[in-house]
């Protein structure tokens, strides 16, 4: 099978699952990477810069994260800190009722049918 069906379905759902680690709590990218590739490199495969940072930057574009410069205190230089605005815990609120809503009604589909 071709695997562009396939990164169809990661792009459209990192968005939330970035929405929803930074809903936890206030992070920074390297943090954000790491827990993509601990918790779901197997699947979603292995998160870069290149495609993190550039979502990041959307996501704040759009008012749904919010950021701030602070010092780091591993080498004194600074990080940027990213955190959840209102606008987007609603935002995350909608994406993941929608996802739920949506992941229900493909595995009616994709389920065999129970036959008496």
Request: hydrophobic share 40%.
């Amino acid at each position: 099978m071709d695997g562009k069906y396939v990164q169809q379905f990661k792009k459209g759902a990192l968005e939330m699952i970035l929405l929803s680690l930074i809903a936890r709590g206030e992070t920074y990218g390297y943090e954000l990477i790491t827990a993509l590739n601990d918790g779901g490199a197997a699947v979603l495969g292995y998160a870069r810069e290149g495609t993190v940072y550039p979502i990041l930057y959307r996501l704040q574009e759009g008012g749904l994260i919010a950021c701030r410069m602070a010092a780091s205190p591993a080498n004194g230089g600074l990080k940027k800190y990213y955190s959840l605005t209102e606008r987007g815990r609603g935002a995350l609120r909608e994406l993941t009722a929608f996802w739920k809503d949506y992941a229900a009604c493909v595995n009616r589909f994709i389920e065999p049918e129970d036959k008496p």
